[in-house]
């Protein structure tokens, strides 16, 4: 997702999120949950945001250069993403492990209160909380954070990508979990396509 605010800066200049994901996996213990770990990126055209200072030095091998590692239990990151869409209600969306990544997609991010206002444009707030060997107590539970506005067809593209990488790395089960959890969107892409 490439921040939309500003025509006058290059594509290859622009802020960019990206989400990548490992696997996603369901529990036959646990009903209608998907578990699923991924990497959290934040970019200015191919290079990392932050200096690596701000990276924490504890994850996975599989989190490049540039992302935090993050969890993601029920995919609410997705699920949250398609209610936002489909309704204008805010997601917030909080990673419980280390290094505890908070993503707010809103259609107005400094309003009080959930909007059910569908706009064109959305606010993207990624807060890092409890990153890396710079953070101490003194910072108040918050780190670095970025900012980007991105328009509906975007946010709505970013999603189905999402969804498609999600399908890609999930277990069978998962997998079965996945289709029933997110028909909707499903069907909403496959009606679109067919018209």
């Known amino acids: 997702m490439i921040d939309d605010t500003d025509d ?3 594509m290859e200049r622009r802020l960019r999120l990206s989400f990548v994901w490992r696997c996603v996996t369901s529990d036959p213990q646990i009903a209608d949950e998907l578990e699923g770990q991924l990497a959290i990126g934040l970019f200015v055209g ?3 945001l932050f200096s690596p200072a701000v990276y924490d030095r504890w994850h996975p091998d599989f ?3 540039g992302y935090f590692y993050a969890e993601d239990s029920g995919c609410r990151l997705l699920r949250g993403i398609w209610t936002t869409l489909r309704t204008g209600r805010r997601l917030d969306f909080e990673d419980t492990l280390r290094p505890y990544v908070r993503v707010v997609v809103s259609p107005d991010l400094l309003s009080p209160g959930p909007t059910d206002d569908l706009k064109q444009w959305f606010d993207v707030l990624v807060v890092i909380q409890h990153g890396g060997p710079w953070h101490g107590a003194a910072m108040g539970g918050s780190g670095t954070a970025a900012l980007l ?3 509906r067809q975007q946010l709505e593209k970013f999603f189905y ?3 498609d990488e999600t399908i890609a790395v999930c ?3 998962a997998l079965a979990d996945l289709a029933a959890a997110f028909a909707e969107p499903l069907a909403a892409r496959s009606a679109a396509r067919r018209a």
Do not use: R, T
């Open 8 to 10: 006058d800066v290059p």
């Open 46 to 48: 191919e290079q990392p």
């Open 63 to 65: 989190v490049q250069p």
């Open 171 to 173: 277990n069978e089960m």
């Open 161 to 163: 990508n999402l969804l």
């Open 149 to 151: 506005s991105v328009g």
